[in-house]
């Protein structure tokens, strides 16, 4: 699986818009793009997952850049229990995760 | 959604003896199955991946006769620690995915698992 790179951690103030980058430059064609997030002492939640047309869910949208080299996951209005250790992951189908370090987002009121 | 049970959510036990964690998916039929191992401020590490009806495959490093793991019906996956030790406390954590080539990966919410 491509690795990939995210920031140690970021803040966000309550009720505005988080905006978690992820590279993943060695991503190849039949790699799709997977968020999900773990909040303390609990098992990762799923979030989005595209390939190449941005998403959203009721969640968060993704956005993809075309060349697919990197990836932003965006929280509309971020909430308290946003804060989390958010990971972004490139997996081919039937494949586990590879679990980076991922961002820790902490979201301020 | 697609939904995984784990149990117990945490145990304590003494050395030497053994645990068994079960994992189950709720409301879909998995194939495979993963087990991931989390340590105190780290991330999730791979452990195996469990098959309905074959044999595990371990990761490297991983003691497959010290981490035994069933996958005995599609809706379900046990990881038994055998001869657990201190070293082996820690959160351990299951997920499986419903049916289609790229649905994603879902979890559990984990065992803690403490060996005094």
């Known amino acids: 699986d491509a690795k990939t790179t995210q920031p140690t951690s970021m803040d966000c103030a309550e009720g505005r818009a988080a905006n978690l980058p992820c590279n993943h430059s060695?991503?190849?064609?039949?790699?799709?793009v997977y968020w999900y997030r773990q909040i303390h002492s609990q098992g990762p939640q799923y979030i989005i997952h595209?390939?190449?047309n941005n998403e959203t869910n009721e969640m968060a949208s993704l956005i993809i850049t075309e060349d697919r080299k990197s990836s932003t996951l965006i929280l509309p209005h971020a909430t308290l229990r946003d804060t989390a250790v958010y990971y972004c992951?490139?997996?081919?189908?039937?494949?586990?995760?590879?679990f980076g370090k991922g961002t820790s987002l902490l979201v301020t009121p | 959604g697609a939904v995984v049970s784990q149990h117990p959510s945490w145990v304590i036990c003494k050395s030497g003896t053994s645990v068994k964690i079960e994992c189950r998916s709720l409301?879909?039929?998995?194939?495979?199955m993963f087990w991931y191992r989390q340590f105190p401020k780290q991330s999730l590490m791979l452990m195996a991946t469990?098959?309905?009806?074959?044999?595990?495959?371990?990761e490297q490093g991983v003691e497959k006769d010290k981490f035994l793991i069933n996958h005995a019906s599609l809706t379900l996956s046990t990881l038994t620690v055998t001869s657990a030790h201190p070293e082996d406390s820690s959160f351990y954590i299951c997920?499986?995915?419903?049916?289609?080539?790229?649905?994603?990966?879902?979890f559990g919410n984990g065992t803690r698992l403490t060996v005094t």
């Open positions: 997920s499986a995915s419903a049916p289609g080539s790229q649905s994603p990966l879902h």
């Open positions: 992951i490139v997996r081919n189908s039937g494949y586990a995760l590879n």
């Open positions: 469990s098959n309905e009806g074959s044999k595990a495959t371990y």
């Open positions: 409301d879909f039929q998995a194939t495979t």
């Open positions: 595209g390939l190449k």
């Open positions: 060695t991503i190849s064609g039949n790699e799709y």
